[in-house]
């Protein structure tokens, strides 16, 4: 299944992790390169606890990165089976 995660706060970027880890492709749609470069570091930091702690295997972190791609465009979330939209709570904008 692929997801389409609209939104790049800590509720996107947790969401992404989630569907990513599950096995799922995730596409993360930010507003700029500065969001999805900070939503990365997000899940790069819990993933890479996982891996500290024994839960999770460093080759495992890697393909679940590697299933999380950037979109700052609308247009790509068009053959998403799912989309979660989880912006900021401006009315424009949803």
Do not use: P, W
């Not at 569907?19 to 799922?24: I, K, L, P, S, T």
């Not at 900070?38 to 460093?58: N, P, R, T, W, Y």
């Not at 890697?62 to 979109?71: G, H, Y």
Request: charged share 30%.
């Amino acid at each position: 299944m692929k997801i389409c995660v609209v939104g790049t706060g800590t509720m996107g970027n947790g969401i992404a992790q989630t569907f990513a880890q599950a096995g799922h492709d995730v596409l993360l749609k930010g507003r700029s390169e500065a969001s999805l470069g900070k939503a990365h570091k997000a899940i790069e930091k819990s993933l890479s606890k996982l891996v500290e702690k024994g839960k999770m295997e460093a080759v495992e972190k890697d393909a679940i990165n590697a299933r999380i791609k950037d979109t700052m465009a609308y247009e790509d979330c068009k053959d998403a089976d799912l989309v979660i939209e989880v912006v900021a709570e401006d009315v424009a904008t949803k």
